[in-house]
């Protein structure tokens, strides 16, 4: 054997011996802690993602279940000693979550498959990237079509006399509460610098529930408490899929959309796992099976879905992102104390 064989041979085996080492190193960590949403989120997140990963690594998936609100309240409450090492969370709250500090720099050369990722979902802070979407969802209008014979056109029908009591809203604890607020003062008209007028609206809807949780909204809707109201497009094909009579509508306001990201979480012991872990979430397979059981839009190139599932993304069967009403979340976020406070004076103690 040649001595440049040699040195070949040496090289091949050194770095097979590195990977070994490095693949022996994460399994030993045992664990991994995910913080991700309840429902058929969670499922979905589990099958496509945690599965996966645990195969490939023998490393096992713990999750921490709750909204993304809660998952920020329990990451800055950890900040000195962490226990979650990587957390989903949405549109908004991750950049709260940025400003908070708890959110570890996400490495491209430790994540390749962030290269196949849409530039839109990569969030980026001056040269730090802090966070990166999984996939794309919207909020239009859900409605029974056992009690809603005609189908919601607008925003505005939610304030109809025949559906008092049976209405569904997101509260300030959800996501999606401030920003349906600023949402919904463009369908009224109400200027968003002066929302007295909005509230006064809001708090005269008669509502089933303003809910805390996408779980809870759909098993209001599940259970017939609430009979028409908002919903992402996630949680109301769900429902569809499984037979219950109700139906997904985009109004003529449209509808606003976001996007569930994933984080690496500042002071993780188990850094290394958590960059594979999310590096097997943007996998074009991930993407594609999260695409298949929660209809989110993907955000990786070059993903492809059946056409019944295509029609059922938030973009619809021929569209993109490029076709999503997507938010400023820096101004909402400037306001969204404000908000949640005037909310709590002005809608939820006077009902």
């Known amino acids: 054997m040649t001595t440049r064989n040699c040195t070949t041979l ?26 991700w949403y309840g429902g058929n989120w969670g499922e979905a997140f589990n099958a496509c993602v945690a599965e996966p990963f645990t195969k490939a690594t023998g490393i096992k998936v713990v999750p ?17 000693a962490t226990t979650i090492d990587v957390a989903w969370m949405d549109g908004g709250i991750s950049e709260l979550a940025q400003q908070a500090g708890v959110l ?8 390749p498959n962030m ?22 969802y919207s909020m239009g209008l859900v409605y029974s079509t056992k009690e809603v014979k005609q189908p919601p056109t607008s925003w505005k029908d939610l304030w109809k006399p025949e559906y008092a009591g049976t209405v569904a809203l ?14 919904l003062a463009k369908v009224w008209g109400v200027d968003a610098a002066r929302l007295d007028p909005l509230y006064d609206r809001i708090r005269s809807l008669n509502t089933a529930l303003f809910f805390d949780s996408s779980g809870a909204a759909t098993n209001a809707y599940q259970s017939g408490d609430a009979v028409i109201g908002a919903h992402f497009n996630v949680g ?12 997904f509508a985009v109004p003529k306001e449209g509808v606003w959309a976001t996007d569930a990201r994933l984080h690496i979480v500042k002071g993780t012991r188990n850094k290394a796992a958590a960059e594979q872990f999310v590096n097997t979430a943007l996998s ?4 594609a099976c999260l695409a298949t059981k929660l209809y989110l839009g993907p955000s ?37 104390a404000e908000v949640t406070d005037a909310w709590n004076r002005q809608v939820a103690r006077k009902r």
């Open 104 to 111: 570890e720099d996400l490495n491209v050369r430790a994540i």
């Open 284 to 287: 074009r397979e991930a993407s």
């Open 115 to 136: 290269a196949n990722v849409l530039d839109q979902a990569v969030y980026r802070s001056g040269k730090n990237t802090f966070a990166v979407g999984t996939g794309y």
């Open 10 to 35: 040496a090289s091949v085996l050194f770095f097979a011996g590195a990977a070994a080492l490095s693949q022996a190193a994460l399994a030993q960590q045992g664990k991994l802690t995910v913080a």
């Open 300 to 336: 990786v190139k070059n993903v492809s879905v059946p056409t019944e599932v295509a029609r059922k993304l938030p973009w619809g069967t021929d569209g993109s992102v490029a076709n999503l009403n997507l938010l400023d979340w820096n101004v909402i976020n400037q306001r969204r």
């Open 64 to 80: 921490e279940i709750g909204t993304s609100t809660t998952t920020l309240a329990k990451l800055q409450q950890q900040k000195a």
């Open 170 to 183: 997101p509260s300030p604890s959800n996501s999606a509460g401030v920003p349906i607020v600023f949402f």
């Open 236 to 247: 109301a094909w769900d429902l569809i899929d499984k037979g219950v009579p109700i139906g």
